[in-house]
């Protein structure tokens, strides 16, 4: 199994703050590496799918990269709605592992 | 709009059974792998198991391989998992969620709002 580890696992930031998270997979998983956000009681929602490629109608502030085992999720300027919980997901291959999450809250 | 609607959860003891339902709108459901993807109370998210468009191509965690067995019907636009020989640490909201493309593997493009297991004496 390829297993993934992010960075921090919290953290505490202010509004307009520039986020940066990690995550890194046990082996290469080339750009198959997708990232999530989920807000408490609600279900996860994509933000990033292979690495770098932006889901339909998420914010640009939003942006992914990396390839093979070291991959980020940087948001740009820090809004009130992304106080949330970010998650990475490897889809390399079989089991499609999550990351434990990095929860992002209010400075 | 794309929905994803879970039931069937509940309360359940140890070794004992459960049939977790997903019934799917607003897209066209044969076109898509699906997955079971859960969530223990205050923890992350853990993969259960995947399923390709027709059903013919199925995974399960190693966690409940064996125990769990997903399934799909085309005709009625669901997505089923059965859960057999339930132990305490299956306790989790139960989420459904579409994949990306007709494989059993991918990344998730919806998900819904979970139904949850409690397996407990």
């Known amino acids: 199994d390829i297993q993934m580890t992010q960075s921090p696992s919290s953290l505490s930031a202010s509004v307009g703050d520039r986020v940066t998270i990690t995550c890194r997979a046990s082996?290469?998983?080339?750009?198959?590496l997708n990232w999530y956000q989920q807000k408490p009681g609600k279900a996860p929602k994509l933000l990033i799918y292979a690495a770098s490629s932006l889901q339909s109608g998420v914010p640009s502030r939003f942006s992914g990269s990396g390839s093979g085992t070291d991959f980020t999720l940087t948001i740009s300027s820090l809004q009130p709605e992304d106080f949330a919980t970010y998650y990475c997901q490897q889809s390399y291959s079989t089991p499609p592992h999550f990351g434990p999450g990095t929860k992002v809250d209010i400075k | 709009e794309v929905q994803l609607v879970e039931s069937g959860g509940g309360v359940v003891r140890p070794g004992g059974s459960l049939r977790l339902s997903c019934a799917a709108s607003?897209?066209?459901?044969?076109?898509?792998?699906m997955s079971w993807v859960r969530q223990a109370p205050g923890k992350g998210l853990e993969w259960v198991s995947g399923?390709?468009?027709?059903?013919?191509?199925?995974g399960y965690a190693d966690s409940v391989k064996g125990r769990f067995t997903i399934s799909r019907d085309n005709a009625k636009n669901s997505l089923y998992l059965q859960m057999n020989s339930l132990r305490a640490e299956d306790t989790a909201l139960y989420h459904c969620a579409r994949l990306a493309t007709y494989d059993s593997s991918g990344y998730y493009l919806s998900w819904g709002q979970g139904t949850l297991v409690t397996v407990s004496s």
């Open positions: 082996q290469s998983i080339s750009s198959y």
């Open positions: 399923i390709n468009w027709n059903g013919g191509s199925t």
């Open positions: 607003g897209f066209t459901f044969d076109d898509y792998g």
